[in-house]
């Protein structure tokens, strides 16, 4: 609860001085990122990638 409290207030703090747009800057830029990668790879290949890396995180828990 604390953790949560203190989140708000730091962007309450940062609406109020007018640091929103570059505090959030670098989470918009991922996110734009993100969604080139998802418009520009086919549908198969992302299921594809997901399914290798669960298998890959699979393999390495157990080994």
């Known amino acids: 609860m604390r953790r949560i409290a203190i989140w708000l207030a730091l962007v309450v703090y940062l609406a109020i001085v007018g640091w929103w747009p570059a505090a959030v ?25 997901v399914a290798w890396w669960k298998h890959q995180a699979s393999r390495t828990a157990t080994a």
Do not use: E, Q
């Open 25 to 49: 800057a670098p989470v918009a830029l991922i996110g734009a990122g993100f969604g080139v990668i998802f418009a520009v790879a086919p549908g198969p290949v992302l299921i594809a990638a």
